[in-house]
T-cell receptor
């Protein structure tokens, strides 16, 4: 079965440089999520998109931006990189279905992650 | 926001032993998932279990939504079970799908 694809898998940047991470969700999934996992930490939610519109935002720095394109792939753009941005960045995808009690997300599947190192 | 607490923080087992990991959450949830993060960093989805009991091979999970906890059972543990086990919840509302993770349980299985 197709899984979430992330590229690149590893990225090394210098301070103050920019980085772009890409995510290709599972086909027919309408929602994409980005998470950041620092060393020894649990993943923290950054931002999500439903049907190409931003649906929620977490503790994402102003230096970061993201979007979802017409083919549903998403990109996370990171500028003015700092040492503290070194982390594992995950993209996840799921589908949202409507229920009597309100919309609910199905199982969220995670990509293999992009390991960003800022020197 | 919702709080997620996992216990124990660390667990060391001999191969073949059984274990139970616990996840407590502070509010009602739309969804609860268990993940295994392997030594290469990959997050493997184990269960989508907002309520009830599920089994998959040597692993099973139970969520008692009314009492706000979930349990992950690992039987006959193997060295390949080592890694970090995360519980993550979706509190719903306007943030459907957004997962809040617990701090994880680090499992080490010795041969």
């Amino acid at each position: 079965a197709a899984g979430v694809i992330q590229s690149p898998r590893h990225l090394i940047k210098e301070k103050r440089e920019t980085a772009t991470l890409k995510c290709y969700p599972i086909p027919r999934h309408d929602t994409v999520y980005w998470y950041q996992q620092g060393p020894g930490q649990d993943p923290q939610f950054l931002i999500s998109f439903y049907e190409k519109m931003q649906s929620d935002k977490g503790s994402i720095p102003d230096r970061f931006s993201a979007q979802q394109f017409s083919d549903y792939h998403s990109e996370l753009n990171m500028s003015s990189l700092e040492l503290g941005d070194s982390a594992l960045y995950f993209c996840a995808s799921s589908s949202i279905h409507g229920l009597a009690g309100g919309p609910r997300a199905d199982t969220e599947y995670f990509g293999p992650g992009t390991r960003l190192t800022v020197l | 926001g919702i709080q997620v607490e996992q216990s124990p923080p660390d667990l060391i087992l001999q191969e073949g032993a059984n274990s139970t990991l616990r996840c407590n959450f502070s509010d009602s949830v739309n969804n609860l998932q268990w993940f295994h993060q392997n030594p290469w960093g990959q997050l493997i989805n184990l269960f989508y279990i907002p309520s009830g009991t599920k089994q998959n091979g040597r692993l099973s999970a139970t969520t008692v939504a009314t009492e706000r906890y979930s349990l992950l059972y690992i039987s006959s543990s193997q060295t390949t079970d080592s890694g970090v086990y995360f519980c993550a919840v979706d509190a719903g509302g306007t943030s459907y799908g957004k997962l809040t993770f617990g701090q994880g349980t680090i499992l080490t299985v010795h041969p």
